[in-house]
């Protein structure tokens, strides 16, 4: 029987995460930006087709961009992105997805790729002390554009990476599990 509780204390990591919005200017340490290239590097993809990269952006002007390339309404709503050390891009590359059995899966794997990816390197860094928080709140073209991202490739996703700064507490609100899983 597979029943035995593991040692792992990544459900606590994965309650510990939360999306912070406020960091410390310090840049992230090179030896945690490799930790967090380590952690996008061993996620899990369909066909194992790895079909994107992963920018790491820290280059003050290029973030201070994003922040303003939102979608619609006011450059502002975005502004908190600007006090992020480091924003990492997930640029899916639907041309990576070639496989003999793509005309009969999902060609949209990139995207769920990515993301598996991104919840990894979220993980990780939470357990080296880095605050994170998804963005999917962006003009892709116009951030396409400003990355250099190549045609046909994707901006799928960003993520803030950062030591944070305080910030007031949010309470985490989840559904109920008897909301949330259906045994059939
Ligand atoms: C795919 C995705 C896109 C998101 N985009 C944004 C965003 O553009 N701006 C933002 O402030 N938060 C964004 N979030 C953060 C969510 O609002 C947040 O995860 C949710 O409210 C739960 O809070 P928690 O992350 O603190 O647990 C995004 C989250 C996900 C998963």
Request: aromatic share 8%; with cysteine; glycine share 4%.
């Amino acid at each position: 029987m597979h029943n035995s509780i593991p040692k792992s204390n990544i459900l606590e990591t994965i309650k510990k995460r939360y999306s912070c919005r406020k960091y410390l200017p310090e840049p992230v340490s090179q030896e945690h930006q490799d930790l967090l290239a380590q952690a996008v590097r061993w996620a899990p993809s369909a066909c194992n087709r790895q079909p994107y990269n992963f920018l790491f952006i820290t280059d003050r002007d290029t973030i201070e961009a994003i922040s303003k390339a939102v979608p619609t309404g006011p450059e502002s709503i975005n502004a908190w992105i600007a006090t992020a050390p480091l924003i990492v891009a997930a640029v899916g590359r639907p041309e990576l997805f070639w496989h003999k059995l793509t005309q009969v899966i999902d060609k949209d794997y990139h995207r769920t790729d990515a993301a598996i990816a991104m919840d990894h390197l979220s993980l990780v860094a939470t357990e080296l002390g880095l605050g994170t928080c998804w963005v999917g709140w962006f003009h892709r073209k116009k951030v396409g554009r400003i990355l250099d991202v190549g045609r046909g490739d994707e901006t799928i996703i960003l993520m803030t990476v950062g030591y944070p700064d305080k910030e007031a507490p949010r309470a985490k609100i989840r559904k109920e599990l008897d909301e949330l899983i259906v045994n059939r």
